[in-house]
């Protein structure tokens, strides 16, 4: 029987991306009838939770977050951490404040349809944890989806800009 130290760290990172990708549909299978309406805001309340882990590793691996090239960059290399190496993203920077990460390949809604979930949710988990997590890396930017896999599009499309917030006494304490 082998070890733990024989399997390569690409296979065993590419089977617990595999159950990490299959977790959420698992979930929404078993509970979603259970707590009825109320499901889809506590898991949301879940993602965005998610979204804390995902700044800390970026914050840990020392990625960089000053600009929107940046941010789409360790954007993208923090989803890939979290789910695997199934997920393809690459970055176009718009400009010097802004960019767009486009993701070709996402293991979430393959994962909900191989387990007969739809990815109809998927959206909803993805938008909870990209939206919250641009903020926690640099509060001077925000995030928006143009276009989604989970809805039908060939792609999906995820612009991070400066934010637009009203240049407040709150805002300024952020």
Known sequence: MPDLKSI???VKWRLAAKLAALLPALYDGAYRGVVGEKYDEIEQDIWMEVSCVAADIVRDLSLPTTNG???????RTVIAILFGPDYKSET???????????????????????CGAGDTSTFHRCMALTLTTVPLLNKGYSARFVRTMCT?????????????HPDTDEHKKK
Request: with cysteine; aromatic share 0%; proline share 7%.
């Open 8 to 10: 390569p760290d690409d």
């Open 69 to 75: 090239s940046e941010l789409a960059n360790s954007l």
């Open 92 to 114: 176009l920077e718009i400009s010097e404040k802004g960019a767009v990460v486009l993701v070709k390949m996402c293991p979430l809604p393959e994962s909900c349809l191989s």
């Open 152 to 164: 039908g599009d060939r792609q999906c499309e995820i612009k991070i800009e400066e934010a637009n």
